[in-house]
């Protein structure tokens, strides 16, 4: 190399050529296009937001479907029932004029004799009366004695709405004091105060106590069979149409 001039060594020397490489360009290029973005984001001006007014909605309202209202079927105070059907009645005395259902005739029977046990004679004045029968006992007797509708209503259930149509009443008398029978005078008798603590035994109850919603007469001597469902339905279901009890 000595032995070449100093003028051709230079020319002849590779110069060097300062370049950046090209993919580190182009990534500056993006990186700076990033910066200028975020800051141009960063300052733009962002849209007010708008309050939206919301009514708020009330919840639904459930639904109620009304409970129908009864149909009362009274008259004078009295309900209406319908006959018991001859096949189910059964004579509870000797004579075989007073009757019950069945099911009332079997457990009156046991309680009569339960009661006789006791020294307490305990005797069916009268039990299943038809229509016809009822319509003497109010019409008739209400001529009879010149009494006024309402009057009568208070001591007698007009025809078909006595329940003594049911074959599960029952009129009852004590056989010592045969004076008092269906008479308020009753609810002074052995008979009566041994039936207040004994007839629910056998599912007896008395029909019109005193001051009942139905405004009859109270009647100690008229008591009823509730001893079975076909009897529960009879008395109380009638008993709901016309008092809500």
């Not at 208070?154 to 008398?173: F, K, L, M, N, R």
């Amino acid at each position: 190399m000595e032995d070449i001039p100093k003028a051709l060594r230079e020319k002849s020397q590779p110069q060097k050529v300062s370049f950046s490489s090209p993919l580190l360009l182009v990534g500056g290029v993006f990186l700076s296009s990033l910066g200028v973005i975020a800051l141009t984001f960063a300052f733009w001006p962002r849209p007010q937001q708008t309050e939206t007014s919301v009514t708020p909605v009330p919840p639904p309202v459930p639904t109620v479907t009304p409970t129908p209202t009864p149909v009362e079927d009274n008259l004078l105070g009295h309900l209406s029932y319908e006959e018991a059907p001859p096949s189910d009645l059964i004579p509870i005395t000797p004579d075989q004029q007073v009757k019950l259902r069945s099911a009332a005739a079997a457990k009156f029977l046991e309680m009569q004799a339960d009661a006789a046990s006791e020294g307490i004679i305990l005797v069916p004045v009268s039990g299943f009366r038809s229509i016809s029968e009822q319509e003497h006992l109010f019409f008739e007797v209400k001529a009879e004695r010149g009494e006024v509708t309402t009057k009568r209503a208070e001591v007698s259930a007009p025809p078909g709405y006595s329940e003594h149509h049911t074959g599960y009443a029952i009129d009852i008398g004590d056989g010592k004091v045969p004076a008092t029978h269906v008479k308020g005078d009753f609810a002074q008798t052995p008979a009566f105060k041994w039936l207040q603590a004994n007839a629910a035994r056998y599912s007896f109850e008395l029909s019109f106590p005193e001051n009942n919603p139905q405004g009859i007469n109270y009647e100690p001597w008229h008591w009823r069979f509730v001893g079975d469902t076909h009897s529960l339905k009879t008395f109380y279901q009638a008993r709901n149409l016309s008092n809500n009890e």
